[in-house]
Each structure stands twice: as C-alpha cells, then as structure tokens.
C-alpha cells in the first residue's frame, strides 16, 4: 500500500473556510461557548469568534479546551491504543458540569476522520452534564440541559467508526476524500508549507 495523497492546507484556507461556514452556525446553532478538542481545534476556535458573537451578549464568546489524542504516542500508551482507543490527556477542570449547564456549547476540531475522538467527546461531556443535572430539582433538569453541536474545519468521506449522538447538530467547512491533510500549525517552515500548497494548487488550475 503507497504512500496517502498529501494534501497542504494554509492558514489563509482555514480562516477562509471557517469564514464560509460561519454565518451557517450562527443562525442554525447560535452557540454561547467553544470547546476546542486540542491541538488541532485550536486555531479555528479562535478563528470562529472572530465572526461569531454570544447571542445575548453579543461579546466574545468564551473557549474552553479539552485534550484528546487517538494517534499520537504518549507516555504510558501502547502500540495497541494508537489508532484505536481515545486517550483523555486534558479536561474542563473541577465540575465540568457545572460550566456547561444550560449551555449551546459547539466542539471544535480540525478535521472529522474516524469520527471516534468525537464521539468520545460528546459521550463524556454528555455524562458530565448528566451527573450535574441530578443534583437539580427534576422540574429544572430540562431548562439547564446542555445544548451541544460540532464543527469541524474537514470532513473526510469515509466510513467512519465512530457515531454522534441523534440529532447533534454537524457543521463542515468543507468535504475532502481520504487524504492526508497537512495543516499549517504542524508545519516546522512554515514558508516551505506555504510554497508547496501554492505549487499543488497551482496543478490544479
């Protein structure tokens, strides 16, 4: 089996993909929080409250992060875990329940592959919901559940492994085959990165 096709994405791409979605979420979702699955949901949460306000507030709205890995090799994991088993390296702190009650929260992340890391995701920040839910009388329980959507920048047309939730709202930048998507915050030169995406563009034109 070769070598996946590589294909380089700038950050010029990103903020402009990010932008073509944005008005989308906003009157279909209107969130009031970011969580930003890390690394890769970084950089377009960040972008994303550039053109979206808190709806009541109309201020900024906040970004929370949480950490997940399914490839990368950390301390402790095994050959077996790489690829198949989502590994929690970073949460929402103490009571994460607490900050999410009655929240219209979208999870960001750069790019929906096997779809497992956010399934992960939404499972568990659903429980957390949950667990705080039922310290509240049952009459407030509904009015304090948690909305929850996802945005990704890219989603690869592919079988995926894993499921969202019934009727989660899912928002995408843009739809790619399975390629290997290289991002700009991975790139070491980050002029070289640039000068490659140009020349694959340009054999495109």
Do not use: C
Not at 15 to 37: T, W
Not at 145 to 166: I, M
Not at 170 to 198: Q, S
């Amino acid at each position: 089996m070769g070598e996946p096709e590589h294909v380089r994405t700038t950050y010029n791409d990103i903020h402009n993909i990010i932008r073509g979605v944005s008005d989308k979420i906003a009157s279909e979702f209107k969130p009031d929080m970011f969580i930003a699955i890390g690394g890769g949901g970084f950089f377009p949460a960040r972008v994303l409250r550039t053109f979206l306000k808190d709806p009541s507030t109309k201020r900024n709205i906040p970004i929370q992060a949480i950490g997940l890995s399914l490839y990368e090799s950390l301390p402790g994991t095994t050959a077996e875990q790489l690829g198949s088993e989502v590994i929690r390296t970073q949460w929402l702190g103490p009571d994460p329940g607490k900050r999410l009650l009655g929240r219209r929260a979208l999870i960001v992340d750069e790019v929906d592959d096997s779809r497992k890391t956010l399934q992960y995701a939404l499972n568990e920040l659903q429980k957390d919901v949950e667990t705080e839910l039922q310290l509240l009388p049952e009459s407030e329980r509904d009015s304090k559940r948690t909305k929850f959507a996802v945005f990704v920048v890219h989603n690869k047309l592919k079988p995926k492994l894993g499921e969202l939730p019934p009727n989660t709202p899912y928002f995408v930048g843009a739809e790619v085959e399975d390629v290997w998507l290289d991002y700009p915050w991975e790139a070491i030169d980050i002029e070289e990165h640039d000068r490659l995406a140009k020349e694959d563009k340009d054999k495109t034109t």
